[in-house]
């Protein structure tokens, strides 16, 4: 049985203050949870983080690298540094940095290849528009997201990486899609796995939801039988709203 993941995504909040407040608060909420617990900070964060959650369950991400090992990137953190503090897990692909700062889907492909070079598990974001859902192309989006991002992976590799389904009309909107139809997308990303690594890999592979999850609607989207947790974004900010949804199944 596939284990469920709660990743916490902060995007360009916290200060190194209030990221040591949040992590002291969060610890023993969700101390207990036989649920993984990930949180992905905003990059001058990582190392006060990395110190207050030592002796805990809960693991550090950041929420972007380089594909590049290092070089004349002004601005920019190689996946070997992030390696080299301890942080265990990295987001690539995330709509807005699709969005906002022009990532390809080949882009993001060299960053999923650094990633397991180096030794980082990353969180791979795929999710379509509102107007490509309403075309009824939701799938073929997807599926092509997934067949570029995992191009070249090898299958032994394939178990270190996280999916996370984020339709981008559901982020930050306060929209969440229906329990069916972000599991129906999920299964669709599972089928699409299945086609290139086979049933037994796709049966394995952690997939998550991401989209205004929150606590009121963590419960009953984590049950639906393809949804191995969820990718959160504003309730992240929160520990005990965040407690909550790491805590669904109690």
Known sequence: MRRKVIAGNWKMNMLPNEAI???E????LVKNTKNEVIICVPYTDLFYVLLNVQGTNIKVGAQNM??????AYTGEVSGQMLKSIGVEYVII???ERRQYFSETDEIV???VKQALKVGLKPIVCVGETLEQREQGITEKVISKQIEKALEGIEQESLEKIIIAYEPIWAIGTGNTATKEEANEAIMQIRKKISEIYGQNKSDKIIIQYGGSVKSSNAKSLFEMSDIDGGLVGGAS???EEFSKIVQFDN
């Open 109 to 111: 492909n060299k960053k």
């Open 21 to 23: 407040d949040f992590i």
């Open 66 to 71: 380089h594909w590049e090992e290092s070089g």
């Open 93 to 95: 692909g995330h709509s």
């Open 25 to 28: 608060k969060l610890t023993p």
């Open 237 to 239: 900010l929160n520990a």
